[in-house]
């Protein structure tokens, strides 16, 4: 039997899911977070203060311009030669949204930070400066592909400066 004619027989909803392997057809896994160990919940975990009023969060362009941000952002360090092994096995969906949380947080809009305090969330990482750094850049230049002026980034970035010492694993060369 033929994977044409496999498929065939499934009904056409399901066959829109399903994708071909060694001549077997599979389902692959569903775009949904993975379960986590239970934290505590706080704004705070953000690992910085948002900024007074909402002209950051207007200068990212709202919503919708941080979200074009993050996705500018993930698509990057999938990418990045520097990142892509540290993002390889990432809960890409977690990822997505606790940055667009993050970030709205910080900027001063109206979301709330869900996720897991800055050391919790890196600490199997293995992260050093240098994947830091390059998670700075390819920030930046998500940011310059939404058209957010070099001057409003650098204020953006200097509120999660501070944060280094939580993300880098300091015990790595």
Not at 74 to 97: G, M, Q, S, Y
Request: overall charge neutral; charged content about 20%; proline content about 7%.
């Amino acid at each position: 039997m033929t994977g044409a004619t496999r498929l065939s027989r499934i009904p056409a909803l399901a066959a829109a899911v399903l994708l071909p392997l060694g001549g077997l057809w599979i389902r692959p896994a569903l775009a949904e977070e993975q379960p986590v160990k239970p934290y505590v919940q706080s704004d705070a975990n953000a690992g910085a203060t948002p900024f007074a009023g909402t002209a950051m969060f207007d200068a990212l362009h709202g919503q919708a311009g941080i979200a074009r941000i993050v996705t500018g952002l993930v698509d990057r360090l999938k990418t990045d030669p520097r990142t892509a092994d540290i993002f390889r096995a990432a809960d890409f969906e977690r990822l997505n949204r606790t940055l667009n949380e993050e970030f709205c947080y910080v900027a001063g809009g109206p979301c709330r930070y869900t996720g897991m305090d800055m050391k919790a969330a890196h600490q199997h990482m293995g992260l050093q400066e240098l994947h830091f750094n390059a998670l700075v850049e390819d920030l930046e230049a998500a940011m310059s592909a939404e058209h957010v002026p070099w001057r409003i980034q650098a204020r953006f970035l200097s509120k999660f400066a501070p944060m280094k010492p939580a993300v880098v694993d300091a015990s790595l060369p």
